[in-house]
């Protein structure tokens, strides 16, 4: 065949593909739905706990309870219950009975007691809310539905702590056990769960596609949801725009949860999406590491608390999509004092505060490095408005770009923690304890939540004595104590509580917003044609 | 030739371990330390130290040098540290995107850029001369996100023409894989239905990743072009009476697009880099989207993989090239 016949064939052919195929656009199936958020970097609930985790897990596993709703209730799930002791060490748990594996096989008792072993052993995510209190051993399964926890000492949040916890078949993950892993290759790329939802591990790549599909037989039934949704299809599109693009488009039937509120006017704008708006619990703050000069003068942390525009942040940045949060604990949790007065901005007052700690002989003309996470513009914005404040003030600011794992591993120590850093701090269980306990008992310094080196005798007292307790008015009243002290030491800058903005397509139904999780619940919603 | 081709793919071995030790070096030394962030929710510093054991991050940086060398000699990338799956078996399901997205980018920049550039030549110092040299300005100067997302706009959203992302819509089972590659597999498996959607879902990044090269490939041409039309066989041709037509298409081009083939070879690497801009608009489950979750989370060796593998990749293509060019000008060929 000669050179040129061979092209001209080829190009021939290549035409009457291209204009003979029908390539019609893609529209979205009646029973599929196609959820565009942020995907886990493994499908092993035990080896990650982050947000994108919990939308997996509480979809392909259960847990002994649940949160629902917002704000959240912890309800009982697998457990039909559970009593603690009078001296708050043994914890036990009523199972279910009847509950079922994807393959079948039934969940009992000691199901529930191996998955507490692989994550303890694991010593991974959520393996850290526990390993204080807990030691594998002491986790037993007395009779088939019936689990006792022995804890090392009293701990409130525990029960609060255990929606964390993925309970999976052992009976799937033993036989791909390889060099005692625990079978964490194996669960990386498939499932062992109970839940709604059954992973399709043909299909799956890794934060880029998960594709699953209804349980019928889950243990829960489907008598709430009389046209649940068979197949979900969890994308995740990396670009904000092309994601809100898709959705107004009718590609896909969500965004994530963080919009920017320029995005949000562009979906409320649109026919076919709206913007569900939800008060979630968390927190954004600036951190200040306590133990480094000038951070160690209160007077120079008030000088800085009173140099934040708050209201500019709120009402010109994110168009009001936030709610001022003058302490450590979210507003709309028990705990947070409803009368606290939050830190306003006022140039002024930080000139006087400034003057004192100068005079006490703070070091406040060196140059302060603020480290923000430079995917996230949110977190330049805050350190922008910061700076500027600082400047007319006298206090040169230096932004630094940085990397959520450089910064937590970072903050090990006081000298390679950061003069100040901004991050959020997520509701991963919901108690005081997540916000305030871990923030500021004094136990915790080396770990990023407790990056603020914060020591104050008194806290330290009212937070350990708060999570001994089993009764919650007791507690409440601690927490509250303590938020007025930590405010009042301006341990760091908490600027708002989020309301989350996740845009949802028209065709969808019955999506109910819980912070664990961000509301991607997938057995309560339906989808119309 | 083919003593040519094992040379240089020897003289590629050094040029690939340099590129590892530098890439390992700039990962490694520089604070990057995936444990913590591994450890989880409120980990104290000896449940990140356990972690840091586990992974091998506390033993001295020589040593976890080594070890992977060791590990990369066999063909064996590791685990993600986050994925926790084989990053070959990641790369390996990412990689065909990528080379199908920059194949046809580069396809379409030539096929555009260099009948551009000669005719750009042919009638230089003209209005469409003139016209083309701002074309190719704003070609090169063009932000390719700001280009992305117009096309978008336009014949997706406002249009519907077509699809706004991905490389196959959601939910519809791809082409049989043979190569990786869906408009080569679809044709393969004669599912010209199958083809007419990846098709359509690459043309808009393509044409995107492809902007730049097109400028560079029209602009070297027309250098190229210009210059041998001086030259003396072009004279004699045009007094012996050949055709213009002819004279230009054939020998003035042959001659000429020598330089624009080493720019093609070069320009292969940049999109491969530029990729990750275009692939993260356009969601394409390309390397190129991989590496960027992958440095967002220290999964270094994840990291190192993408490097190493863009490098290889980068090697056989100027390696095809300096064939191409023995085979344009067989000069070349002779002093190989």
Same mark, same amino acid.
């Given at each position: 065949m000669?050179?040129?016949?061979?092209?001209?064939?080829?190009?021939?052919?290549?035409?009457a593909a291209v204009v003979g195929a029908p390539v019609a656009i893609a529209q979205p199936k009646p029973d599929e739905l196609v959820w565009a958020d942020g995907l886990p970097g493994s499908l092993d609930p035990h080896a990650l @706990?982050?947000?994108?985790?919990?939308?997996?897990?509480?979809?392909?596993?259960d847990t002994l309870y649940v949160n629902r709703d917002n704000p959240p209730k912890l309800e009982p799930w697998l457990a039909s219950g559970h009593t603690i002791s009078d001296d708050?060490?043994?914890?036990?748990?009523?199972?279910?009975?009847?509950?079922?594996?994807?393959?079948?096989?039934?969940?009992?008792?000691?199901?529930?007691?191996?998955?507490?072993?692989?994550?303890?052993?694991?010593?991974?995510g959520a393996a850290s809310a526990f390993l204080a209190v807990l030691n594998p051993d002491n986790v037993t399964a007395p009779d088939p539905t019936t689990v006792v926890f022995k804890l090392k000492r009293p701990y409130a949040p525990f029960v609060s702590a255990t929606p964390l916890v993925a309970i999976v078949n052992r009976r799937v993950i033993e036989p791909n056990i390889k060099d005692n892993d625990w079978g964490q290759a194996w669960l990386a790329?498939?499932?062992?769960?109970?839940?709604?939802?059954?992973?399709?591990?043909?299909?799956?790549?890794?934060?880029?596609?998960?594709?699953?599909?209804?349980?019928?037989?889950?243990?829960?039934?489907?008598?709430?949801?009389?046209?649940?949704?068979?197949i979900v299809r969890r994308r995740d599109i990396l670009e904000t725009t092309t994601r809100v693009n898709a959705l107004i488009k009718g590609d896909v039937d969500c965004t994530d949860s963080y919009l920017p509120p320029d995005q949000v006017e562009r979906v409320l704008a649109s026919k076919g999406a709206t913007v569900s708006k939800d008060q979630s619990m968390r927190v954004m703050v600036l951190r200040m590491n306590n133990r480094k000069p000038p951070f160690d003068n209160l007077n120079f942390r008030r000088a800085l608390s009173h140099a934040f525009n708050y209201r500019g942040f709120i009402d010109d940045v994110l168009k009001g999509y936030a709610v001022r949060n003058a302490g450590p604990i979210p507003v709309?949790?028990?705990?947070?004092?409803?009368?606290?007065?939050?830190?306003?901005?006022?140039?002024?007052?930080?000139?006087?505060?400034?003057?004192?700690?100068?005079?006490?002989?703070?070091?406040?003309?060196?140059?302060?490095e603020i480290h923000i996470q430079q995917h996230l513009a949110q977190t330049t914005q805050a350190a922008q408005i910061l700076q500027q404040a600082l400047r007319k003030i006298g206090v040169n600011l230096r932004i630094v770009p940085n990397l959520w794992p450089q910064l937590v591993s970072s903050t090990a120590k006081v000298e390679t923690t950061p003069d100040m850093w901004v991050h959020w701090v997520s509701s991963y269980f919901i108690d005081p304890e997540n916000w305030i306990g871990q923030m500021y008992d004094s136990q915790f310094h080396g770990t990023w939540k407790a990056s603020s080196w914060y020591k104050n005798d008194k806290v330290d007292s009212l937070l350990r004595e708060a999570r001994g307790l089993d009764d919650q008015s007791k507690r409440q009243a601690l927490y509250e104590e303590a938020s007025r002290i930590v405010v009042s030491d301006a341990a760091d800058i908490w600027i708002y509580n989020a309301i989350e903005l996740r845009g949802l397509s028209n065709r969808l139904h019955g999506f109910r917003f819980t912070p664990i999780g961000s509301g991607a619940d997938f057995r309560v919603m339906s989808l119309t044609s | 030739?083919?003593?040519?081709?094992?040379?240089?793919?020897?003289?590629?071995?050094?040029?690939?371990?340099?590129?590892?030790?530098?890439?390992?070096?700039?990962?490694?030394?520089?604070?990057?330390?995936?444990?913590?962030?591994?450890?989880?929710?409120?980990?104290?510093?000896?449940?990140? %130290?356990?972690?840091?054991?586990?992974?091998?991050?506390?033993?001295?940086?020589?040593?976890?040098?080594?070890?992977?060398?060791?590990?990369?000699?066999?063909?064996?990338?590791?685990?993600?540290?986050?994925?926790?799956?084989?990053?070959?078996?990641?790369? %390996?399901?990412?990689?065909?995107?990528?080379i199908e997205l920059t194949f046809v980018a580069l396809l379409f920049a030539a096929c555009v850029g260099i009948p551009l550039g000669t005719l750009a030549a042919v009638w230089h110092n003209s209005l469409f001369d003139h016209v083309m040299r701002i074309v190719t300005v704003a070609g090169l100067a063009v932000a390719s996100f700001w280009f992305a997302i117009m096309l978008q706009m336009t014949f997706s959203m406002e249009l519907d023409w077509l699809p706004l992302r991905g490389r196959f819509p959601v939910g519809l089972s791809p082409p049989l894989q043979i190569t990786g590659l869906y408009l080569l597999d679809s044709l393969?498996?004669?599912?010209?239905?199958?083809?007419?959607?990846?098709?359509?879902?690459?043309?808009?990044?393509?044409?995107?990743?492809?902007?730049?090269?097109?400028?560079?490939?029209?602009?070297?041409?027309?250098?190229?072009?210009?210059?041998?039309?001086?030259?003396?066989?072009?004279?004699?041709?045009?007094?012996?009476?050949?055709?213009?037509?002819?004279?230009?298409?054939?020998?003035?081009?042959?001659? @000429?697009?020598?330089?624009?083939?080493?720019?093609?070879?070069?320009?292969?690497?940049?999109l491969i880099s530029s990729a990750v801009a275009v692939e993260s608009i356009f969601d394409w489950p390309g390397v190129g989207s991989y590496a960027v979750s992958a440095i967002l989370t220290s999964d270094y060796k994840a990291v190192l993989a993408v490097t190493l593998v863009v490098g290889l990749i980068y090697s056989i293509v100027n390696i095809a090239i300096d064939v191409v060019h023995a085979w344009l000008d067989p000069r070349v060929a002779e002093n190989l």
């Open positions: 000669k050179r040129r016949t061979f092209l001209l064939g080829t190009g021939a052919t290549v035409t @706990s982050d947000v994108p985790m919990q939308g997996y897990l509480i979809n392909v596993y708050g060490l043994i914890v036990m748990f009523k199972l279910r009975e009847g509950i079922k594996f994807h393959d079948g096989s039934p969940l009992t008792a000691e199901d529930v007691v191996w998955s507490f072993h692989r994550l303890l052993n694991m010593k991974k790329s498939n499932s062992a769960g109970s839940g709604s939802y059954i992973l399709d591990p043909s299909t799956y790549q890794p934060v880029q596609q998960i594709d699953m599909k209804r349980n019928p037989d889950h243990f829960m039934g489907w008598g709430h949801n009389k046209s649940p949704i068979e709309n949790l028990w705990g947070s004092p409803q009368d606290l007065p939050p830190y306003a901005f006022n140039l002024e007052a930080a000139k006087e505060f400034l003057a004192k700690a100068k005079a006490e002989g703070a070091p406040v003309d060196r140059e302060i | 030739m083919i003593r040519f081709v094992l040379q240089r793919l020897l003289l590629a071995i050094p040029a690939l371990f340099g590129l590892l030790v530098l890439t390992f070096i700039m990962l490694r030394v520089l604070p990057n330390d995936p444990s913590a962030a591994l450890a989880g929710e409120n980990a104290t510093p000896a449940q990140i %130290a356990a972690v840091r054991n586990a992974y091998g991050f506390d033993e001295p940086l020589w040593k976890q040098f080594i070890i992977y060398v060791e590990q990369v000699g066999r063909g064996d990338f590791g685990n993600s540290i986050i994925s926790n799956r084989p990053v070959v078996s990641d790369i %390996a399901w990412r990689l065909p995107a990528t393969l498996t004669l599912r010209f239905d199958l083809f007419g959607q990846a098709f359509a879902h690459i043309l808009m990044p393509a044409l995107t990743l492809s902007l730049g090269g097109l400028a560079s490939i029209a602009r070297f041409t027309r250098a190229g072009v210009l210059e041998t039309m001086q030259k003396d066989f072009v004279h004699y041709a045009e007094a012996a009476g050949y055709a213009r037509r002819r004279i230009i298409w054939v020998y003035v081009l042959r001659n @000429s697009v020598v330089g624009a083939t080493t720019q093609i070879g070069l320009l292969f690497g940049a």
